[in-house]
Every structure is written in C-alpha cells, then in structure tokens.
C-alpha cells in the first residue's frame, strides 16, 4: 500500500532525538573510550573494594555529558529546520476533484500531505506539482493535450520541457478530450505501472479507463515530477501515481556516502596509537612500584593509608594500580578533539563560501561547501580529473562551419530573427583556395541568406549560384534537418529553450539563412525555411540519450507530396556513418569525410553527422505500426522504442556536417599553467573526438608546443593495449618524461584488462611520468574508473580531485577524494552531488592554491597542538607520580584537572580559522607553495616524532622548576596549590606555544587569549567557593607570588624558549621550503617574480627537475627533512649577492633563508 504525501527529510523524530544521536556519536572511538572511563570512576567510587578513583567520577562524566549534548543540540537545531522545510512543503493547500454522481466536478482543497495515490490533481500558474501525476487534461487539449514544465528544482535546468497526454487517450476519446472539460470517463479507471524507484528519466505504465477497452500506454513523456514547475500553461488535470516517499525525487534524496578526510584517518589512528601508548605508560608506573620496592610493606601502600587499612580492595596490587593510574592519565586521549576539528571545520568552510572572489555574478552563486570536513584536503590534492564541455569550455555553443558535398562554410555572424527580412550581403573570406578533393585543406565559403527562387535553387550572396542545383538541394535538406530535428521549444515570448546547448546553437546558427522554428505542438510544428513558412507534420521522435548519440525525427511535409515521408536524423560521426549506405559503400567519400572531420576537430570543434532519407507512405505506416507496439509494450518497453528507433536509422544518405565552437572558460590556461607549477597533475576527460581533445587541451595550456604525445587509440584487443601500454612506459622512462602527455580513446581504455596488476602498475607510472592525460570518448563509467584507478593504485597515496558540470560528471565527483561541482548550463547535478560548487574553473585556482594549503596547515596544527597539549599534562602526573611514591595520586583537583580542554580550547579554534602563513597574492603568484600539503609536510612521522618530543621537553621543564620551587608550598601550603601554580604555569606554557605557532595576528586571536585567561582566573575562584576539596584554594594560591612570577610568566616564557631554540635551528642550518617561501615574502622579493627575481639552482638535480621526473605522487614521499639549502631552488633579489637570513618577522612558527 502506498504511503501518504507527508515527506520527511529529518534525521530524527522527538523521541529518536537524543538516543539516535547519542549512537551516532559513540560511533567515534574517543567517545567511547571516556564512556569507559567514566563508568571505571564510578565503580572505584561506589565499589571501593574493587580500586579508588584518583579523581571525582563526575568531573569526568559532566564534561563527557557536556560534550556530547553540545554535538546532540547542534545536530538537533539542524534537524529543526528540515523539519520546518518539511512542514511547509506538507501543509502547501492542493486543489483535488471529484465527481458527483451526475457526473458534476467537485473541487476541494487538501493539505499537500493528504494526497493519495488516484487523486485527481488540478495544477494551474507556475505552481510545483505536489505528486508524481500522469497528465491528462490541459489548457492546450486541442494543440495535441500538452504542457510544459521546468525541472530546475530536480536537475537545475532552467529549459522549458514538453510533456503531454497519453496519445491513445485521444484516439479513444478524442471527442471528450477536444471539449476541454474534465469529465469522469477519462479519469475513472486504473493505472498499472513501476514500483517506486529512483529513475527520474523512466517510466512504464498503462492507463485502463472504464470507458474504453483499449489498454492506454504510459511513459516518462506523459509524466510530472514532484516539484516540476507547471509553466506556460493555463490549467492542467492529473492522476497522482506515487506520492509521500515514493516519489522519484524523494526516492533520491539519499545522502552521497561520506567521505572520509585524510586527516579523519589520521586521528582515528593517533587515538588508538595514544591509547596503547597510555596502556604502555600505565604498566611503566606499575612495574616501577615494583622496582622501587613500595610492594614490600605488609600492608597495601600504607603510606596512602597510614591506619593499615589499606585501600581494602580485593584486587592484587598490580591491577589495582594499574587500574588506578589508567583512569589518572585518561587525559591522555584530548576529550574536545573531535569538537575543536569540527568548528574548525565549519569556520574554515564559512571563509569559503566568503570569499567574494570566488563569487559568481551572472548566476549569483558563492563557492557552496557541503563537505567541510574536506577543506584541509584541498590542500593535498595530487591528480584533478577535470570535464571539458562546460568544465574548461564555457558550454555556450555556436554553430560557426559546416560542410556540404566537401566544402566549409562559415556561419553568417549577422543571425536575421525569424520572420524579419534577409541581409544579402557576404563579408566571409575564404581561408583556403584548394578544393576539399584535392587537399586536406577544405574550401570554406560563407552563406549570408538564402531564398527559394521560382526553379527552386537557392542563392547566397553570389557564392552559390543556380547552376549547382544539386549543391542547392543539398543546402536545403540540410537547412531543413536543423531546423525541424530537434526537441527545442519556442516560448510565447519567442525565446528558444533546449534541453542542451548543442541543439540550441544549431536552430540559433541558421537563423541567420531565415530558417527557424515559429511554433510547435506534439503532432505538427511550423517553420520558416529560407525565407517560406512550412508547416511539417510529426508522426514520431526518437530522442538523443548517451547510448544512442543520435536523435531522429519521421515528418511530412503538409504542402509537399502526401506520400513521401522524411526522416530526418543527426549524432555522433562514430554512430551516424556506419548507418550512411552511400558512404559505406565509398570507401574514398568515407576518406574524405573522416579527413573532414578531423581537419574540423583541429580546430578545436565538436562535429555531428546530419542525414536523411525518404521514406513512402507504405514504409512510414509500417514501421509506425512496429513504434506503438514498442510503446504500449508493457515488458521492456525502453528497449523495444530503441530498436524500433534503430530499424528507422538505416540506410540513410549524408546531408552535411556541423561544427559548433565552444570557447574557452576565463583564465582557463592561467589556471592550469599555475596548476601544472604546483605539481598537480590534470586529466582531462571527455566524450570528444582525439583530434578536437587534443586542440582544446593545446589552447588551455594543457599541452604546451614541445609536449611529446603518447597517443594510444584505435586498440583492438587487450593483447595489443599492454604491449603498447609497456612500449610506452619503456619510451618514457627512457626519456625521463619531463615534457609528455598520455592521450587515450575510450574504445581502447575497453580493452584495458583491470585483473592485470602489473598493466594497473604500469598505467598508473605513465601518469606520473607525464604533465597532463588526455582522455578522449570516454562513458561516465570510464571516468568513474579511472579516477578509481588512480586513487586506489597510487603509491603513497594519491589525493584526487573531479570537477564536472553536467549529470555524467556525477559517478567520477562521487568517486573522487574531493568532488567540485560547477554551476553548469547544463543542470546542477554535479554541483548538487559535489562537496564543493563553483561558477567557474578559474575559481578552482583560488580553491586549492590559497583555501586549502591554509586549511591544511592549519587544520595540521591543530591536529597536532590538541595531541601535544594533552600528552604535556599527562606526562606532568607521570613524573609527579615519582614524587609520591608511585600512589596515583593526582596533582590536580578533579574539577581543575577536567577544565584543561576548554581553558586552551577558544585560542586553537581561532587560529585555526584565521591563520595565514604566506598572503594569498604572494600563494597565487608562487604556486610551487602548494608543495607543502602535497609532501605532506606536516604530518609526517618525523614532524610527528618532533612533536612528541617537543611534549616531552615541556613537560620535563615544567616539571623540574616547578617541583623544585614549590618544594616549600607542597610541603606547607598542600597539594592543591602546588598543583594549581602548576596547572597555570602548564596552561600559560601553552597558550605561549599557540601564541608561537600564529603567522600574523587579529582582533579574534588576540581576544580569544585574553578571554582564556580571564575565564581561567574567574574559574579558580569560582571552584574556590563551591567544592568541598578545593575550598578556598583558589583564593589563597593567587595570591601567592610564586602563582603570578612563576605560573604566570616565568615558566611559560622558559618553555615556549624551547620552540625558539628549535626554530633557530632549522632557521640557520635546516631550513625548510616553508621557511624559505616566508623570508622571501618577508624581504617583499616577489612583487615582480618576472624582473625582480632570479631562480637560482645550487644543485644539478633540483627538487623541481626531481618532482617532474617522479611525478607528484612518487614526489611526495620525499622526507622534507632531508630538503637542505644545497638542493632547494632559492629564489633571491638579483642585487642581493651576500643574502642571509633576517630576524623572524612574525611570531610563532616562522621560517626563512
């Protein structure tokens, strides 16, 4: 049974709510690593005879129940406005009719969530449809019962679609249906059809009526989606098919599998690393109660319990102390990670959608980020996978040439609007004066207008005259192809809308040769053809899909013999040839025509085949007779059309050939030159011929002059495509393959055999040897697979990156590490799939150069801070458990202990969002920057084991000084004030360290310090006053001396030393490429890097040669500490012969040469 029309996008209900969330967060292994803690306080505190909790249960549950309410609530109040959104979509008012019993109409208006499957729904105005209805009645019943919508809420197209009754329904009751009045025989019946399902381009079904024994066949054509506008028509009547969450368009509103960043999975690896780590450093401190003999009293460490009561526990020793200082170091694991990565992550993808430079005017879109757990990885990004047709192109097409029996003509620039007079005048000149027989070279001549004179020969400025009468019909047969095969659709403002931009620019392009569309219904259209108003009669449409790559019209002329029929067909030149008898059967014209296309695809072109052939009116019947079986076919019925539509496409005579220019996106060489700086490496992919691919790559900078092309097409088998896949390889590693590009068809890449490992190998090496793939007639799925390839053979790891703009970009966005959707003409599925949309390519340079090296070493940093501040404390407790004895007991009052995290909490947030290492103009005009994310430079074992020892030195020295100089305040003043100058002098030690790592400073940062300060000092005391434990401690400590000289200043200012001193070091004699990029900077070298600077090679074998001879992926596996000044590329101011490093220039983690 159907469900109702109520839709729900939330996630939760009010009940689910708080559970389902709490599941979802205890899916993380630090959640229920300090669930586990907690529950083990409470069993030491309630079950003392099993082991005594060193610290207070709830210090620990409080802010693990803080924790996880804050991600419950923020996840709830994005749950809300769902909610909202579906509350308004369900309670929208419909307008549902019935019939009374004499056969009166009866309208009621519903809540939207009310509908039922078999309600009849009245649509009028611009209105959504609120169901997926059949129509069946429009305002438009006596032009062929039609109407039109717009799908921009489904795909983002804007065009106007057509869709229309079931055609049977008005051969069974065309009297009914020309009256235009609903009426109860041809809405009572039945509907068989689908079961639900997510196809939005498919539909099956069959419309039985009560009043009528013929069964009415149903199609994606007479089908309206929920959420279609109703557009360009008065009224219209439907029958609801699936409603509520069966609709096809709730049906898929899945959420894309997550993707999981880079740095997701190093934290899921640190914290189990740390965790075994803790487990390590708990059994150190049990085994040394062993080595330093405080097992040997009679009694249960009598030194903690003086009486000899011992602790009481019925637990050996060993276990209970290791229980004990488990639960002490639990600290180890930082409870506020995932909450500090997340508003990093969000903070971070706000700047984004921001940053008006990424802002595109003409479609009033920002740069949208809905995966902001990925912003770091713009940063890392090894391999871009980029679309062309309105990728690197702009998608905006126009028929520029054509060719008609061997000779070129340009298009008149000059269109003449349909119905307005011609302008007979020619200003093309021929860009080639040999015949198209006699050279690879084509005549090109230009048409203005033509007209039909009165022996029916067409004239054109002088350049075509009458005696080529058979050139003349030639002409007009083509004319008359364009501009009567097509789907597109004339508005009543006289605006063109075209379900692609192809079909748009050939009925725009013959315009100007008065030729155009001035109406159209379901079963005739009426043109201007050169200039004379015909009207053609349409008896069936076979539409373009990707599997066809042709689209074919049958018509008859209304005014031409009444027993010859046209059909009238163009598509893809691989398709369309082979169905063209003439030219099959010439094996020299089809020379010619190959040599055509390919002198057209040089230029840069996209080419399609227009053919025809008369049919008489016995052939036309008959096979019209084979298309309405396929059509009400119940059982495969997609198939049946589709070969029906194959019978007709036969034997067809070539017509002509097209050819539609698509220019180049803005800055689109530009950004790939600085791309290609940065070691990425493009391959671009695409459905174009090899030679029209290689053109465009060659004007995007893709391929320069000098690129050495290894071109693999035309492969027959598997056996060939390895041997030329492993002679290739040969070729290139002898070369060294600085300066190659791969160029690979399709129908080759079929033979690729995905078992064989070592061909996998071999594919993925060639990439990397080369600057740029070309990828040439490839099928959505072969994008998806190779972006897979890549992905998965790549070796370390590669970071992919896929910008598409059209719906068969979506598998290989969804496949890639990083999917960039553009704002395409062509609809918003790629952006809708995409984790990131843009309006254009160029903004992909500020993407990746500028956003995600920021991202990443910021997020790098914070990742690495947050593990460094929590293992700093933990180590303090480990070496004070050596001043007492190895009891377990802690140095810091529970409530004081639990407040670490969020006392250092705000300054990392911040800089995490705000921080910038190098200014974006200095970024974008040195692209080699980006290396840094690519080697991932700061997340290596070596910068991780530096951090690691970094910890361990902070916590030696706070240690050592503080437990010397509050010796005294121990021994007098107690525990809790020694431990709490040592908590200040470690929490200001490290807010230093912060302080250290920022590249320049802002109100926020600074603030948010001063804040952290502040709330720490006001929490003292407010501790002070509401716990028994720490009563008054707060209070009395501050105002001690050694608080304010030592935990406030001296100390942290000792400790944050050891950065200096570190930094210095690798300042003077390691420098890395990040300390170089940031002295430069500093000395204000790159303002003008083409006159100002000279790169100067210290090495025969420069790190830049290096990258291009391993390729980015091999590159990045170079450990950056073995990067010295002998083998980086410097660049110095020409007049700076004796240059040497200056002072830091900004705080923190700054680095130069």
């Not at 099959?584 to 052939?613: C, F, Y």
Request: glycine share 6%; proline share 4%.
């Amino acid at each position: 049974k159907s469900s109702p029309n109520r839709i729900s996008t939330t996630k939760y209900s009010l009940l689910s709510w708080l559970p389902k969330s709490l599941w979802e967060q205890f899916r993380r292994v630090a959640n229920v690593y300090f669930l586990l803690i907690s529950i083990l306080m409470l069993i030491g505190e309630y079950a003392p005879t099993l082991w005594q909790t060193p610290l207070d249960p709830y210090s620990t549950v409080v802010t693990l129940l803080f924790v996880l309410l804050v991600t419950s609530i923020k996840e709830g109040m994005e749950d809300l406005q769902r909610a909202k959104s579906d509350r308004f979509e369900n309670n929208k008012e419909v307008t549902v009719i019935s019939f009374s019993d004499d056969g009166s109409i009866k309208e009621t208006v519903v809540q939207s969530q009310f509908i039922s499957p078999g309600d009849i729904i009245k649509l009028s105005g611009h209105m959504a449809a609120p169901v997926d209805l059949i129509i069946i009645l429009t305002s438009m019943h006596s032009d062929g019962n039609k109407c039109y919508i717009e799908t921009a809420n489904i795909d983002g197209e804007t065009n106007l679609k057509l869709r229309e009754a079931p055609a049977m329904l008005m051969d069974c009751l065309g009297d009914r249906i020309s009256a235009g009045i609903p009426v109860p025989e041809i809405f009572k019946g039945s509907i068989e059809c689908q079961q639900p399902n997510k196809n939005i381009h498919t539909f099956i079904g069959t419309l039985h009526l009560d009043s009528s024994s013929e069964a009415i066949p149903l199609s994606a054509e007479n089908l309206i989606l929920r959420s279609c506008l109703f557009s360009n028509t008065d009224w219209g009547y439907g029958i609801a098919v699936y409603t509520g969450q069966e609709t096809k368009i709730q049906m898929n509103n899945r959420h894309a599998a997550s993707k999981m960043s880079t740095l997701e999975g190093y934290l899921n690896m640190a914290i189990i690393i740390i965790f075994w780590s803790q487990c390590i450093l708990v059994s150190i401190s049990v085994i040394s109660i062993y080595i330093m003999g405080f097992n040997k009293f009679d009694s249960k460490l009598p030194y903690v319990y003086p009486n000899g009561e011992g602790s009481g526990s019925v637990l050996p020793l060993w276990l209970e102390q290791w229980i004990v200082f488990f639960l002490l170091y639990n600290n180890f694991i930082p409870i506020s990670l995932y909450v500090t990565i997340e508003l990093v992550n969000v903070g971070q993808a706000s700047l984004i959608a921001s940053d008006l430079l990424m802002y595109q005017e003409d479609l009033d879109v920002p740069c949208a980020v809905k995966s902001s757990n990925l912003v770091q990885e713009l940063g890392q990004v090894s391999n871009i996978f980029s679309d062309k047709t309105g990728t690197l192109t702009k998608n905006e097409m126009k028929l520029v040439k054509f060719i008609i029996e061997g000779r070129m003509y340009d298009v008149a620039v000059n269109a003449v609007p349909v119905g307005q007079s011609p302008i007979l005048t020619s200003t093309h000149k021929n860009v080639s004066d040999s015949s198209f027989n006699s050279s690879n070279d084509l005549k090109v001549e230009s048409i203005s207008n033509c007209e039909d004179n009165k022996n029916g020969s067409l004239k054109s400025g002088g350049l075509i005259s009458s005696p080529h009468e058979k050139m003349n019909e030639r002409l007009m047969d083509f004319l008359r192809c364009l501009t009567t095969c097509h789907t597109v659709v004339r508005e009543k403002s006289g605006e063109y809308r075209a379900e692609s931009p192809d079909e748009l620019a050939l009925v725009e392009g013959v315009a100007g040769y008065r030729c155009g569309l001035r109406e159209r219904s379901t079963k005739e259209m009426n043109i201007e053809l050169c200039g004379q108003l015909k009207t053609y009669e349409i008896f069936a449409v076979n539409p373009f899909n990707a599997d066809r790559k042709r689209m074919s019209i049958l018509v008859r002329d209304t005014q031409g013999p009444s027993d010859e029929y046209l059909v009238l067909c163009k598509g893809a030149d691989n398709i369309m040839l082979p169905l063209c008898s003439s030219v099959v059967n010439d094996p020299h014209q089809l020379e010619e025509i190959n040599q055509s296309l390919m002198d057209l695809a040089n230029l840069g072109l996209r080419t399609l085949i227009v053919a025809q052939k008369k049919l008489t009116e016995a052939e036309a019947q008959k096979w019209l007779r084979t298309f309405r079986e396929a059509s009400v076919s119940t059982t495969n019925r997609e198939e049946n059309i589709a070969n029906a539509g194959a019978q007709l496409e036969t034997d067809l005579t070539l017509v002509g050939i097209t050819a539609i220019e698509d220019c180049l996106q803005d800055e689109v060489p530009e950004v790939i030159a600085d791309l290609a700086k940065a070691g990425i490496v493009l391959w671009m992919l695409t459905g174009d011929k090899v030679e029209t691919a290689i053109n465009i790559a060659r004007s995007c900078n893709l391929l320069l002059s000098n690129t050495v092309l290894s071109i693999m097409t035309k492969v027959k088998n598997s056996t060939e495509f390895g041997t030329r896949m492993r002679e290739e390889y040969d070729k290139l590693v002898a070369t060294g393959g600085n300066n190659n590009a791969l160029v690979i068809d399709g129908p080759s890449l079929a033979h690729f055999d995905d078992k064989d490992q070592e061909l996998r190998v071999i594919f993925i090496k060639i990439g990397q040897l080369c600057r740029s793939v070309v990828a040439c007639r490839l099928t959505p799925t072969q994008k998806r697979e190779l972006v897979a390839l890549v992905k998965k053979e790549t070796k370390p790891r590669a970071i992919t990156l896929s910008i598409g703009d059209g719906a068969n970009d979506v598998s290989m966005i969804l496949e890639a590490d990083v999917g960039v959707g553009i704002y395409g003409k062509e609809g918003r599925q790629a952006a809708n799939n995409a984790d990131f949309a843009i309006g254009e390519f160029k903004f992909l340079r500020r993407l990746l150069l500028v956003h995600g090296r920021w991202n990443y070493i910021r997020q790098s940093r914070v990742f690495l801070y947050s593990m460094h501040k929590n293992m700093v404390i933990t180590l303090t407790l480990f070496w004070f458990s050596y001043f007492d004895a190895v009891s377990g007991t802690s140095l810091y009052e529970s409530w004081i202990y639990t407040s670490f995290n969020f006392a250092l909490g705000l300054p990392i947030i911040f800089y995490g969002i705000l921080d910038r290492d190098l200014s974006e103009s200095y970024v974008l005009s040195n692209p080699k920057t980006y290396i840094t994310g690519q080697r991932n430079v700061y997340l290596r074992p070596a910068s991780l084991a530096m951090w690691i020892v970094n910890a361990i030195e902070y916590a030696v020295v706070i240690c050592l000084i503080f437990y010397y100089v509050s010796k005294q305040t121990f021994m007098y003043d107690g525990l809790y004030v020694s431990g709490t100058t040592v908590f200040t002098g470690l929490v200001m030690a490290l807010q230093a360290k912060v302080a250290f790592l920022h590249h320049q400073w802002a109100y926020p940062q600074i603030v948010s310090m001063c804040i952290s300060v502040f709330c720490l000092l006001i929490y003292y005391l407010i501790i002070s006053s509401s716990t028994d434990d720490y009563w008054y401690v707060g209070f009395f400590t501050m105002g001690q001396g050694i608080f304010w000289y030592y935990g406030m200043f001296s100390v942290p200012l000792i400790a944050v030393f050891i950065d200096v001193l570190g930094y210095c070091f690798y300042l003077f004699f390691k420098p890395t490429p990040e300390m170089v990029f940031r002295e430069m900077e500093h000395q204000d070298v790159f303002c003008d890097p083409y006159q100002q600077l000279t790169c100067l090679r210290t090495s025969g074998d420069s790190s830049e040669s290096h990258r291009e001879k391993l390729g980015p992926q091999q590159s990045s596996s170079v450990d950056m500490a073995t990067l010295h000044a002998e083998n980086v590329d410097y660049i110095v101011p020409k007049s700076s012969e004796n240059y040497s490093p200056s002072t830091p220039p900004r705080g923190g983690g700054n680095n130069i040469v």
